[in-house]
């Protein structure tokens, strides 16, 4: 622990998945100087002087629905090829320590919304307390869940607190966990392409609190490299006349994806970004497809057509090779510390600077990765430096 | 012509090449209201208010070392689906008159360099009165050559005019080219990656002369697409570790590179954007093959594996298809207008803000699209707009 | 017309759709020796032997539900890059005689299959006399239909003549096409992936006639470079984990497969490949995009992952980018050829010899392309050759 | 041990190489039965009825200029991702074992070439006598060297014999390793693309032996997937216009093939297959780059251009990513394997039937991949079956 600094709290929806596990064994090995920094952009020499915590200060704990121990998760990644088999092995009473913090919970049931809210509630302020952190920063790491069906308990925050006390489903699992996560006093991201927190009942609940909040849905792969590239056929004044994409993923996500309606939801999260940076309609077919043999590993193929002078027809075509948790991990990380700073430093409501990390950022339309990166900069600067 | 406005002289050394024929059958073409302008990066609507000479403005002139009519050139370069042959028949009467004012020249001799340089700038000065232009851009699209052996006499103008007199070539044909401009009091800019303006006694030249100039060796494929996604990779802190590229290439181009010397100039152009993007060495194998049967096309295929979170090894891949010439014609009109209109502001020297043509950018080293493109909009924005 | 020797009719259902106008116009270019033989198996070397009927001897004629005039679909296809501008316009006046034989339709309706079928029998009958043709061979390139609902009357022949008779729909188009060229005394192709000849009481009729068939979905893209890179994955005794493949159409073809229940009939026919020639299931998840602005164009890409020894995973990609009408109109005419000289040799029933043609072959499981080239050799042979 | 049956000796040049390694590893853990088959050809169900060495009865040896002991090896392979790090824990004993029968050698002399195959030829027939193997299989696994310069000795075996005697080298190291094994009695297989044991004069003392030999230069590839693919346009009639590749290679093989003599000699290797296969030049221009970061892992990029009727130009690309030692190992034991058997059966000379193996295959001029293999599988039945 860094000396005298405040501990801060990084707690995780999904805490034993692989994104969440790789997060866990990757801060624990930079506290522990086993790991160097790749990969993390809170960890770039242009935001060397933001005061953000210290790896030794962070203390993980999460729920999950799945009991599997997270020292063994974390042996299953590393025979994936995801982690260091030798991280691991070193790290393991450590895990070992944080599978102590997490609790186990239930799936989201289907009637006594209110009450399981008070349950996560309630684990986030013992957390806190137990654990002796000045702050908490929630992160929903679930897995994608179909999109939440409209409802006049979204538009203000009494009719949705008196709507959570009857019977029906009024909440999807990410925005039961955002309103009980603001409730308990700690800041939220969304990593997934669910509602989470962008409920107006749930900004009225953030702005009353004081909170920062930002989503949703990580940018890890094919929009990250679609966010950088689009702009330049932008720029270049070359007229994209279709982007066509396909997906294979392995893994969890993969599976949870296979079900049609979660596709829809990270499709739709996935299609901005050509319209916004275009400012124009391109047709944009794409697939996500479930291939259990890639494991954590996503492959994607992206073809894009498009026209230059004189009509000439052209085209561009790349493949994305990645491991997801790999690509996502310190991304969770650099989300953790930069809204603990931003609590700190008195922000609340959505944070549109923090639209570098998400496919479908909230508070911004601005899908444009350097544009974001800028504001990012220019934002984490604004937070204050090192005192 | 556009009401009372000035005629503005735009003059190709290359003026039967490929890109040059598609430039001049491109400006036609809109000037006459027979094609869009995509492809421009000056038409983007962010530059909408930058007083830009207009396309009914431009008189075209130049000179090549190849007799073959424009009209002939044009009709080729639609045969192999660069331009629309529906374009090149109705213009061909306008490409007749732009070829009577292409003067051939023989190709730089061993000896008389000065008496070369002079035949060039009495060229330009003539098309210039002839034709009343109140300035003339010379843009150099002459073939890629060997780099240029360094002499004392490039360090300064007096030394330079002193040895254009003796029997030593002294200036490589690019350098002669802009030296002649110059004087004529032509503003530059280098398309290829030769030498072009680039040595002090040529900067010099164009101080003195309150000309500005641009260059070199203009931005169309890989390295465009380089300069947008190496920035991706630096702004998520992944570690590139190595890129290789190779590029295939037909048509005339292509033949000159593969003359070994011409290669080496180009593949050192197109090797300094990761360097100085990524602020690292990466391992960068660099080929570029003349494929014959290609003809006016470019297929280049990246190669790029990088390390991200806990030295987890990933890799993207991507092919890019284009047409040369319909990639460079447009961006050789943008610099004769950028420059005809930076030439009117009283600008002189290098100019570092139209880096985002180049792909070995005078005067900075920003290889950052982004970051390129934004220098340009404020720079032109600052010439002044609309009166 | 070469001296003496038959005139063959060809017969095409679709006859004015992209692939067919391909082949006509190729057919007469070659005839007029305006055109090579590229693309044509019929014309490799090691068929030289077999006494294939000439160009010049051949006779097309078809139906359409379209009215578009030959020339005229020629004239767009040569806007689209498809065929030569000046070949069509060399061919103007044969287009327009070929044209003129043939006849327009009305798609399938929904009862009056038997007038349907006597109508396409008797338009059949007449073109072969008027055209004083030995024989006529139809091929089927309407468009891809969704599968046909069974029913007990594809059991036999006189079950099948029955239920014709009654209100409800009992055949597909293709079906229904079939039937009538079988009765009509032609040979059959079917070159889509509907049922076309495929039901035991086609077969039957066939067998009655004494006439050959063959079939069914040309092999012309991804499914063609399926068959010949699978093999090696065999050979090699390398396990294939996964193979995901994206298609993406243009032109008519895509439109039609965008209908989901199209698609199915297509993707099925084209998964077939890898279980046959790997001898066990893959996982193997295939997508067909319309992507309009592809026009005749189709860009595949298929992802392979693979296992090799000692479990090392390793992965291919390919991707192709092929015109279809161009690479279709040969076998189809390929197809005619074999067809009039194997019904001349007597031969009748499945040709399971032709299915080097197909995705989906009929009267064998082997997908191997080298081993499906070598029984077309072989049978081609077995015809006769010339006299 | 298989019950009674005959040892047999598989002797690597070049022993602790990755492909040697990884063979050795496999060879025991499939004597062990601790791993499964994939990837090897002589355990494929079509040549069940081989009567093979069995995996038990091969005792493995070698020379190496290499000091680093075998297990050692095995872990900086499994390290790498090569091989399985839990299969090399539990081989470590058998690998220690292996390695004290690798003879470490110092690179070839300038002068007393005799006395160095001498040597050779000693250690073979001590390893035979101490072993008590039946018969010996000797594989060149050693780095690619540069082309063989020709000299009259090469033409007659008592000229070469005289000319070894002399101080001037003669020899290739792998020729001069055919020779020596040839003298000893030994079959012997060229895996590397050297001259190997194709010289006049070593042909003439491999027939004066009775012994079957084979090469050359391993197909584990971008050839491996050329010779199965441009078959492929052969059958179709579709004209190559121009096939590019790219390779990137890390590890031993790459550095050495950085040096650009020993490059030429690959290439030329690699360039055969197209010619011979298609029946026609084509522009191929092909590169091997050396890229360390990747390790044993090799990608290729291969870029077909082709006309197809009419013609209409296509495209075809393939990227390739293998990883060379697992794609190598099982071909080197399959080969061992073939030979010994070979042996047994009386062949002797050039076995033009092992062709399916090489890129450069002796005896043949068939380099497509299909009928490689039904001619390795013929001859392999042809050796006689299980008694």
Redesign the interface.
Same mark, same amino acid.
């Given at each position: 622990m860094s000396d005298g600094a405040p501990r801060i709290g990084v707690w995780f929806a999904g805490a034993r998945g692989s994104v969440s596990t790789?997060a866990i064994?990757?801060g624990l +090995?930079i506290a522990h100087r086993l +790991?160097d =920094?790749?990969? !993390?952009?809170s &960890?770039?020499p242009v935001l060397a002087d933001v005061a953000l915590p210290a790896f030794e200060d962070l203390v993980f704990g999460g729920h999950d629905v799945d009991p599997i121990p997270l020292p063994r998760r974390a042996e299953l990644l590393a025979d994936a090829?995801?982690?260091?088999g030798a991280?691991v092995r070193k790290l393991v009473g450590d895990l070992g320590e944080v599978d102590h913090r997490i609790r186990q919970v239930t799936p989201l049931p289907a009637g006594g919304q209110a009450e399981y809210a008070a349950r996560i509630e309630h684990d986030l302020r013992e957390f806190r307390d137990r654990e002796a952190c000045e702050r908490v920063v929630v992160v929903n790491l679930s897995s994608t869940e179909p999109p939440l069906a409209a409802s006049p308990a979204h538009a203000d925050l009494d009719a949705l607190e008196l709507a959570l006390r009857g019977s029906d489903r009024v909440l999807s699992t990410s925005s039961l966990y955002a309103y009980a996560a603001l409730r308990a006093g700690c800041s939220f991201a969304d990593f997934t392409p669910g509602s989470g927190a962008r409920l107006p009942a749930l900004a009225e609940l953030a702005q009353r609190q004081g909170l920062p909040w930002a989503g949703s849905d990580g940018k890890t792969g094919e929009t990250?490299?679609k966010s +950088? !590239?689009a702009?330049?056929f932008a720029? =270049? $004044?070359? =007229?994209v006349?279709?982007w +066509?994409g396909?997906n294979?993923l392995g893994g969890g996500d993969g599976a949870t994806l296979a079900d049609e309606r979660a596709t829809a939801s990270k499709a739709a999260s996935k299609a901005r970004v050509l319209g916004e940076v275009l400012g124009y309609e391109v047709?944009a077919?794409l697939?996500i497809?479930?291939?259990?043999?890639?494991g954590d590993w996503k492959?994607a193929?992206d073809?894009v057509?498009f &026209?230059?002078?004189?009509?000439?027809r052209?085209?561009?075509?790349?493949?994305? $090779?990645?491991?997801d948790s790999?690509?996502a991990?310190?991304l969770v990380l650099d989300l953790a510390r930069l809204l603990a700073r931003a609590h700190d430093a008195g922000r609340s409501g959505p944070q549109a600077a923090l639209a570098?990390f998400f496919k479908d950022p909230v508070g911004t339309d601005e899908h444009?990765?350097?544009?974001q990166?800028e504001s990012l900069v220019e934002w984490a600067h604004g937070l204050g430096g090192r005192s």
């Open positions: 790789t064994v990757g +090995a +790991a =920094r790749t990969g !993390l952009v &960890e770039l090829g995801v982690v260091p991280l990250l490299v +950088a !590239l702009p330049m720029m =270049r $004044n070359l =007229r006349r279709s +066509a396909t294979l047709d077919p697939h497809d479930y291939v259990p043999d890639l492959t193929w073809h057509s &026209e230059g002078f004189l009509g000439t052209m085209a561009m075509q790349f493949t994305w $090779n990645g491991c790999a690509l991990a310190p570098f444009r990765l350097a544009q990166f």
